[in-house]
């Protein structure tokens, strides 16, 4: 059984779900509302509960780098710092490098070295100052810096975080599951997520089917509705058309080209965890799920609609999922009275910038590294870094 452990702050009241020992000093952690005027906003929905993932002091939200990464970077951090494995390597298009640098930053934790897109290096900043981030940037995208930074991890020292296969990132994440059901007293009928990796769909069915093994917050596992951002649709594309395996000449043609076009850039994984076991495709499977497609435009007038309904900014995924539920409430996918979660996975940065300071992760050790380039023209570099942080 689920048994919240109050005193711990954050995301750490989840402790006896989470596989780690300690805890962090850190207050981040999902914060669940029943809304009124969104739910008011999309023609009375009578159970519509946000989970929200951000900076927002007045609903009680307080993960300063206004993503939910930060759950999953509070918890990896831990399991890290108890296997005494090493120095870690986070890949990312921006908001999941972000996310371990302020954990680095705000609670002394182990360095990172931290892999992204030199379109993505203004995202990363901190609210407290720090100096232990291996900062690389790529001339790519995401699945570029993904490359390169798996190389990275053959350095003596330095260890990939895991991604979808790390338990620790799974079990974070799937806490807006668990804090949405305690709220509101029952399994959701309806999960409403934007993807990338698809790795938060699989924490929310992990989750759900621990609830529904606790016995008090019912039965049915809740429908997953996941939504990616055209034109960058492979999961879709291939859940759409019955298949388990995405083909990439088929699913995502010219992906470069569409990973630029999107709105929400960090939902463009080119190798999400999909076709394998216990991934995407058998959590959808699973709870009867969806995936969908939304355009930029249907995007940015759900964040309208939202932005002038609750009240905060959001993060252009979480747009995403905005207007995924929108589109299901105007078909009918889902009922005025059925119980929805939509899972707001970043917003808050405006407010966090009236509140705090933000200090840029600058500047990068190496920078620009080119596509296709192997680590061996920076590796005497990264390990003499290594050596002045291990």
Request: net charge negative.
């Amino acid at each position: 059984m689920l048994d919240i452990r109050t005193p711990l702050p954050g995301i750490f009241r989840f402790s006896d779900w989470l596989p780690v020992e300690g805890y962090l000093p850190s207050d981040a952690g999902p914060v669940t509302y029943q809304s009124e005027a969104l739910a008011r906003e999309l023609g009375g929905l009578s159970h519509l509960f946000i989970g929200f993932s951000g900076y927002w002091p007045e609903r009680g939200a307080q993960t300063d780098s206004c993503s939910f990464k930060e759950l999953e970077a509070l918890p990896t951090t831990v399991r890290m710092k108890e296997k005494g494995n090493g120095i870690l390597q986070i890949s990312s298009a921006g908001n999941t490098g972000r996310a371990f640098c302020q954990v680095s930053a705000i609670t002394g934790a182990p360095p990172v070295v931290v892999v992204v897109p030199e379109s993505a290096v203004d995202r990363l900043w901190t609210t407290t100052p720090t100096e232990n981030v291996c900062l690389i940037t790529v001339d790519g995208d995401y699945t570029d810096s993904i490359a390169f930074g798996n190389a990275v991890c053959g350095i003596p020292g330095i260890v990939a975080e895991g991604g979808a296969r790390n338990v620790a990132r799974r079990d974070g994440m799937g806490t807006v599951m668990l804090d949405g059901t305690v709220t509101a007293g029952e399994l959701p009928d309806h999960y409403f997520q934007a993807v990338g990796s698809g790795t938060g769909g699989i924490a929310a069915w992990e989750a759900a089917m621990r609830l529904k093994g606790d016995g008090r917050f019912g039965t049915n596992l809740p429908r997953l509705h996941l939504a990616q951002n055209e034109p960058f649709v492979p999961m879709t594309h291939a859940w759409q058309n019955n298949r388990r395996e995405i083909i990439p000449e088929t699913d995502m043609p010219d992906a470069r080209h569409a990973v630029s076009q999107v709105y929400a850039d960090v939902l463009t994984n080119r190798e999400p965890p999909y076709a394998v076991r216990g991934g995407v495709y058998d959590a959808l499977i699973a709870t009867n799920g969806t995936m969908d497609a939304i355009t930029n435009t249907e995007a940015t007038e759900a964040e309208k609609r939202f932005v002038d309904a609750e009240e905060i900014d959001l993060d252009p995924a979480a747009s995403v999922c905005v207007a995924s539920l929108i589109k299901a409430v105007e078909t009918g996918a889902v009922g005025r009275d059925d119980s929805i979660l939509l899972n707001i996975t970043g917003g808050g940065y405006r407010r966090v910038a009236e509140d705090k300071t933000r200090f840029p992760v600058e500047p990068p050790l190496f920078g620009g590294v080119k596509k296709g380039a192997t680590v061996d023209a920076v590796r005497r570099d990264i390990e003499g870094w290594v050596k002045s942080y291990a």
